[in-house]
């Protein structure tokens, strides 16, 4: 029985060893492109929130929720745009 689990452990090892860098780094890649659109996305609903608020406050609310929200949106877009300068070849 341990035999077999070593065995088992030593194929995956193996097998892991075998898959090239590059399909390793296309993987991260793919990874970094999927993230970057998530984040276009929730900066265009955020701004959108946000614009819809400054519309509608006539100078009763602040909008300093929305603002937060575009503001995280913001960051993971930045996080985002790191990832694929990372990741991504040109």
Same mark, same amino acid.
């Given at each position: ?6 065995l088992?452990?030593?194929v ?9 860098q590059?399909?390793?780094?296309? *993987? ?6 999927d *993230?970057?659109?998530?984040?276009m996305?929730?900066? +265009?609903?955020?701004l ?24 995280n949106?913001?960051?993971?877009? +930045?996080?985002?745009?790191? +990832?694929? +300068?990372?990741?991504? *070849? *040109?």
């Open positions: 029985m341990i035999m077999t689990k070593q088992r452990l030593s995956a090892l193996a097998t892991l060893l075998a898959i090239p590059p399909a390793l780094a296309g *993987d991260d890649c793919r990874t970094a492109i *993230d970057y659109k998530s984040a996305s929730d900066i +265009e609903f955020a959108r929130l946000y614009t819809v608020c400054l519309a509608g406050s006539r100078g009763n609310d602040d909008c300093s929720s929305e603002f937060l929200s575009l503001q949106a913001h960051s993971d877009f +930045e996080s985002a745009v790191s +990832e694929i +300068e990372i990741y991504c *070849d *040109d």
